[in-house]
């Protein structure tokens, strides 16, 4: 999948960055740069949760063949701070529900997807009793192990400890593959699993 950035810009009560002009394809880019800088902002406008001030965003299959916006959906899986859970349903109820609207990779299924995420103990358990860890270790697999052409990830490890971190590069690194994934994140953890980083402060 090919994502295309054409003169992207976002303003606020100033400009957070303008006229990024960028093509996502295979592999795995970063969006670096320090906190405030508009790493969690770009990666929305990409996802379609947030609208650009200037410029345009275009999904294509295949160089020629643009997506309609509301395509876009079934193409990405994203996860970042952002994002709430149902609080009320259990981990078990959640991911049934979350198939009705995306497909799990192949040969994932509601058992496995507990044995992968290493969080089978805890399927019974509703969302809002879940340590932030855990949520969002849920979260990440939820959005990894998604059937999904494009993979956003918005601060991956930013609650994670040292052994869900070990988990998620694992994870990632065999779930990820032939897949067009980009990671914000100040991290050098997380940009370290990048092919190339685009540091959003070279577009004041």
Known sequence: MFVHLDGIGKKYKHWIFRNINY???TGV???GGGNGSGK?????IISGFLTPTEGDVKFRSTLSDEL???Q???SVSYSGP???LIQELTLDEHVRFHVKFKEMGVEIDRGNFFDITELSKFRNLRVGELSSGL???FELGLAILSASKVLLLDEPTSYLDRSSRGWFVENFKIYARERTVIIASNDMEDLSLCDEILQVEDYK
Do not use: H, M, N, P
């Open 29 to 31: 880019v970063g969006i």
């Open 135 to 137: 949520k969002q270790r």
């Open 40 to 44: 969690s902002t770009l990666i929305k």
């Open 23 to 25: 093509q996502f394809q």
């Open 72 to 74: 876009w959906a079934a």
């Open 68 to 70: 309609e916006r509301d």
């Open 82 to 84: 952002d994002i709430e």
